[in-house]
């Protein structure tokens, strides 16, 4: 089992890092990347064998054309000097992932414009690049960007890096076949990576609920076309189901109260017997949820300092 680290967003605004609208958790890589580098820290100090780099936000969708144009990718440059930081000061061997955000805004299927996903994802890549252990497509809602995350690395990324891709799950009502927010079912998206080079394939930024019922598809999908070597994972998000038309970083969402950290670990037992060996937490999971996780898992009694 590896752990990952939780959700950034809360545990800035806790740590009074600046926070508002559009920016999001990138205002604090602009203003305060050292509030970013001890949010990481605590996530280390929580357990967390990967911590995920604060370039979530690092979009036109956040940061508007003009500063995405001048600043991405310096910004992403000292978001992985921060996430690295973070592990040196704490002399762990945790590992770092280059967030490769939705590139058109989250939950955003109906956005996606396949002849810029090179202009945004670049300067991302370059910037992280010097800095990661791997990279991590996340919060993805349809299955051609991920394929074109995965084409672009192929040109960019010359050290070959390993690629994790996390899919957002429909959360909003129950279905009877687990769903990407585009509507595409998760069977048709773990076959189509399954025929991609990457190592590992989670589920994120929904609903604990939703994420048992992806995983039993994606250990059947993977078993059928020969493909286990991809490891599975999940990290869910705290929040109450979210309307079709909601916006991931739309403002602080109220936090599920039944989602305490005994709590989020029975599900995390759960992910566990279908086959996940990757877990950790997305929006409103914290340092003590990760705790929780860590001390079962790998037994490992953690002190936050």
């Given at each position: ?35 970013v580098?001890d949010v990481?820290?605590?996530?280390i100090?929580s ?31 000292s ?15 945790t ?7 939705p ?26 690049a ?12 349809l ?11 192929d ?31 998760v ?14 394939i ?16 994606a ?16 990290y869910?998000n ?9 916006t991931a ?21 759960k ?6 060996s ?12 990760i ?15």
């Amino acid at each position: 089992m590896t752990i990952l680290d939780g959700g950034m967003g809360r545990e800035l605004a806790k740590r009074g890092a600046p926070f508002r609208q559009p920016e999001w958790s990138a205002l604090a890589m602009i203003e305060a990347p050292e509030i970013v580098r001890d949010v990481h820290r605590a996530f280390i100090q929580s357990g967390a064998g990967v911590i995920t780099t604060n370039s979530y936000a690092l979009v036109p969708f956040h940061i508007g054309d003009e500063r995405f144009a001048n600043q991405a990718q310096d910004l992403a440059a000292s978001a992985g000097e921060m996430a690295r930081a973070a592990v040196e000061l704490e002399g762990t061997d945790t590992k770092v992932a280059g967030s490769i955000p939705p590139l058109f805004g989250s939950y955003r299927a109906d956005l996606f414009d396949a002849e810029h996903v090179e202009d945004i994802a670049t300067p991302l890549i370059k910037g992280l690049a010097p800095h990661v252990d791997f990279w991590l497509a996340e919060t993805q809602s349809l299955i051609a960007e991920s394929v074109a995350v995965r084409e672009l690395l192929d040109t960019l990324d010359t050290d070959n890096k390993p690629l994790w891709v996390s899919f957002t799950l429909e959360d909003s009502e129950h279905l009877d076949v687990p769903r990407l927010r585009s509507g595409e079912t998760v069977e048709e998206a773990i076959a189509t990576l399954a025929n991609l080079k990457v190592e590992a394939i989670l589920f994120n930024c929904c609903q604990p609920e939703v994420i048992d019922q992806a995983l039993d598809v994606a250990q059947s999908v993977l078993q059928d076309k020969g493909a286990t070597q991809i490891k599975l994972g999940a990290y869910a998000n705290a929040f109450p189901p979210q309307p079709k038309d909601a916006t991931a970083n739309d403002g602080l969402d109220e936090v599920r109260e039944d989602l305490t950290p005994p709590a989020y670990l029975i599900w995390a037992q759960k992910w566990q017997t279908q086959g996940a060996s990757l877990i950790g937490g997305c929006c409103g999971i914290g340092p003590e949820h990760i705790q929780e996780l860590s001390q079962h898992f790998t037994g490992t009694t953690t002190t936050q300092r």
